[in-house]
C-alpha cells in the first residue's frame, strides 16, 4: 500500500486561495491516478477532482469546475489541489487517494492521506 501525506490547508476567508498537497515517497505512486475528495461531518465522502497518472487527463466536479485545478509532479511524487475563489460551502476535511484510472467513486481507491481542514471564513 502506498502511503500518502497531506499537507497545506487551512482558515481562508471568502474568495481567498489554498493549495493542498499530496506526497509519497513510494514511486509506484506515479503509476496511479490521484484523486481528491471532501466530506463534511454527517455526509459522504464526495468526488472534487482528479488527474491521471500521467497528468494528461483531468476531472472535476461540477461545483469545482473553474476554481479548481488538479495536478501532479511525479518527479516529487505529489499531487496538487489548487484552489482559488473558495466559498464557505467548500468548508470541509480534504482527502486525496490513489486509484488505477480517475474514478469519481470512492470505493475504487487503494490508500488515502490523512485529510486535511479547509475552512472557509464568509
Known amino acids: 500500500q502506498v502511503r500518502l501525506v497531506q499537507s497545506g490547508g487551512g482558515l481562508v476567508q471568502t474568495g481567498g486561495s489554498l493549495t493542498l498537497s499530496c506526497a509519497s515517497t513510494?514511486?509506484?505512486?506515479?503509476?496511479?491516478?490521484v484523486g481528491w475528495f471532501r466530506q463534511v461531518p454527517g455526509k459522504e465522502r464526495e468526488f472534487v477532482a482528479a488527474?491521471?497518472?500521467?497528468?494528461?487527463?483531468?476531472e472535476y466536479a461540477d461545483a469545482a469546475k473553474g476554481r479548481f485545478t488538479v495536478s501532479r509532479d511525479n518527479a516529487k511524487t505529489t499531487g496538487y489541489l489548487q484552489m482559488s475563489g473558495l466559498k464557505p460551502e467548500d468548508t470541509a476535511v480534504y482527502f486525496c487517494?490513489?486509484?488505477?484510472?480517475?474514478?469519481?467513486?470512492?470505493?475504487?481507491?487503494?490508500?488515502w492521506g490523512q485529510g486535511t481542514q479547509v475552512t472557509v471564513s464568509s
Open positions: 513510494v514511486s509506484a505512486f506515479n503509476t496511479y491516478a
Open positions: 487517494g490513489l486509484v488505477r484510472f480517475i474514478q469519481r467513486d470512492q470505493r475504487a481507491y487503494e490508500s
Open positions: 488527474v491521471s497518472w500521467s497528468g494528461n487527463s483531468v
